[in-house]
């Protein structure tokens, strides 16, 4: 299968920890999105790169939450000081496009499912 | 800023009845237009997709939806829903030119699935 694959499926932490959550795209794309998807919700755009420039994080929900994607592969996707309200479904996607374009659709992976306690 | 509305929270169909799903818009170019469906723990899958030509589209799953400019609406439509077809439904959209924006999505629609 050469989906997008999201490492972990589901993590429990402790309110106060840190969590990193792993995505690797489709082989042949070049941009990667994030999102969030809280109950009852539809995702929510947090961030994406094209290829390894992060081009636009200002939707990023807090100073808490970075990603990276050191060699324009695979992403990851951290929360520093998890508070319950973090309590989401995570999701990555990717897609291929040109700078400047809005390419083609996106593929999703399956999510990270956090829980805060 | 771009904003997608599906006035239907939960949609009830019988098994092999036909089905329409909306979705509205807001936006004042043309913009890319999806439907994804998700189910149960799962992330999101393509059912179909607009970008230009025809407004009538043909998707996976015997899936199909109609862009209407006119009134910036993109309906999913089925003719005959299996019990399978139970899911979220979630419309969404992309308008930038630069790409900066990601996928603006809807809040989804539940469908139920009668026997």
């Known amino acids: 299968d050469t989906g997008v694959s999201q490492d972990p499926r589901h993590k429990i932490t402790k309110r106060g920890q840190n969590v990193t959550f792993r995505c690797d795209p489709i082989s042949e794309h070049n941009r990667l999105y994030w999102y969030r998807q809280t109950l009852g919700q539809g995702p929510e755009f947090l961030t994406y790169?094209?290829?390894?420039?992060?081009?636009?994080k200002s939707r990023l929900l807090s100073d808490r939450f970075s990603a990276e994607r050191p060699k324009g592969s695979f992403s990851t996707l951290e929360i520093q000081r998890t508070e319950q309200g973090d309590s989401a479904m995570y999701l990555c996607?990717?897609?291929?496009?040109?700078?400047?374009?809005?390419?083609?659709?996106?593929?999703f992976g399956q999510g990270t499912r956090l829980t805060v306690v | 800023a771009q904003s997608v509305t599906q006035p239907d929270i939960h949609i009830t169909v019988s098994e092999g009845a036909s089905l329409e799903l909306r979705c509205n818009y807001s936006y004042g170019a043309t913009p890319y237009l999806f439907w994804y469906v998700q189910s149960p723990g799962q992330g999101l899958q393509l059912l179909l997709k607009?970008?230009?030509?025809?407004?009538l589209v043909q998707g996976i799953k015997g899936f199909e939806a109609e862009f209407k400019r006119s009134q910036s609406s993109f309906n999913l439509r089925k003719p005959s829903v299996h019990w399978s077809d139970a899911a979220e439904y979630f419309c969404?959209?992309?308008?930038?030119?630069?790409?900066?924006?990601?996928?603006?999505f809807g809040k989804g629609t539940h469908l139920i699935i009668q026997p």
């Open positions: 790169f094209q290829n390894e420039a992060q081009l636009e």
């Open positions: 969404a959209v992309v308008t930038s030119g630069g790409g900066a924006d990601g996928l603006t």
């Open positions: 996607a990717s897609s291929f496009a040109l700078q400047g374009h809005r390419g083609t659709e996106a593929f």
């Open positions: 607009y970008f230009s030509g025809d407004t």
